[in-house]
Each structure stands twice: as structure tokens, then as C-alpha cells.
């Protein structure tokens, strides 16, 4: 057999199975608009951690969840897939966006590259942004103000 058949056979196996792939609908995102199935996806990724709000994106495709004891949960589409990770404060680096009510978000510590997450709203920006930051911490009860609650 030619190198010339040969190539014209693989070329066209390929093209198959690319086409099986995407007309059984294989190629598809996952549309995650509802927070009900972002929470559920995300406790059958981590079953023991408490979630108390969530925050979605304005595509639906990834949401932040504030945690009880501090921490982020993560869930992000990916094709038929969901990736959920736990964000420790201060193990992201995060900038608002420019022209639109979001945030650029960069992983210190994880094989997620992150990315540009636009919400419906800046105050919705505003709120991921503490809780990626770990600022929300300082709305404990133990904390009555500029240092602390040592007032002599």
C-alpha cells in the first residue's frame, strides 16, 4: 500500500470519528445555569464541606461557593464534566476586569489555569473577590475592629 492510500484512509477514519463524536453529542458544554445542580456536583466532590452561598457566572459555566469554615469551592464546566477544587485564602491572585462586572482569577496552586469569570453585577464581583481574598473572615464575632479586640 502507497503512502499516498495510506494518508487518504487515516484522513478519512479521522474525519469519522470526529463526526461520531459531535453528532451523538459528545462535543457539547454542560449547561450549569442552575445553582441547585452546582451545589450537588459539588458535594459529590466534597460531601463533608458545609456551602453557604453560591455565585455563579453570567454563562453558567463556572460558580464560586462560600464555604462555612472559609475556604472557596470552585466548579467549573468542562464538556460533560464538572471540575470542583477547594481555593484556600490567599492561594489566588485576583483583578477586576475593565469594562465588564467581573474578575480575573489566577490559581497559585492548582492545575487550573483561571481566567476572566463575568457575573451579573460588580456587587456580585465584589462579594467572589472577598471571599477568593479571604476578607470575609473579618466579619467574625472575635473581631471588634483595628486590632483586634485588645482595647484597653
Same mark, same amino acid.
Given at each position: 500500500m502507497s503512502i499516498g492510500v495510506l494518508v487518504v484512509l487515516v484522513t478519512f477514519g479521522v474525519l469519522v470519528v470526529v463526526a461520531a463524536v459531535h453528532y451523538s453529542g459528545g462535543s457539547k458544554q454542560v449547561d450549569t445555569r442552575d445553582p441547585g445542580e452546582a451545589i450537588m456536583e459539588f458535594a459529590r466532590a466534597y460531601?463533608?464541606?458545609a456551602i453557604r452561598s453560591v455565585t455563579m457566572t453570567m454563562d453558567g459555566k463556572a460558580c464560586f461557593l462560600r464555604l462555612a469554615d472559609g475556604k472557596v469551592? $470552585?466548579?467549573?464546566a468542562m464538556g460533560h464534566h464538572f471540575i470542583a477544587r477547594l481555593i484556600m485564602p490567599g492561594s489566588v491572585a485576583v483583578k477586576p476586569l475593565e469594562d465588564e462586572p467581573g474578575l480575573e /482569577?489566577? $490559581?497559585h496552586d492548582s492545575?487550573?489555569?483561571? +481566567?476572566?469569570y463575568v457575573f451579573l453585577n460588580r456587587e456580585e464581583a465584589a462579594e467572589v473577590s472577598l471571599w477568593l481574598c479571604g476578607s470575609f /473572615?473579618?466579619?467574625s464575632p472575635k473581631f471588634d475592629g483595628p486590632g483586634? +479586640?485588645?482595647?484597653a
Open positions: 460531601p463533608d464541606e469551592g $470552585f466548579l467549573q /482569577v489566577t $490559581f492545575t487550573l489555569k483561571g +481566567g476572566n /473572615v473579618l466579619a483586634g +479586640g485588645d482595647h
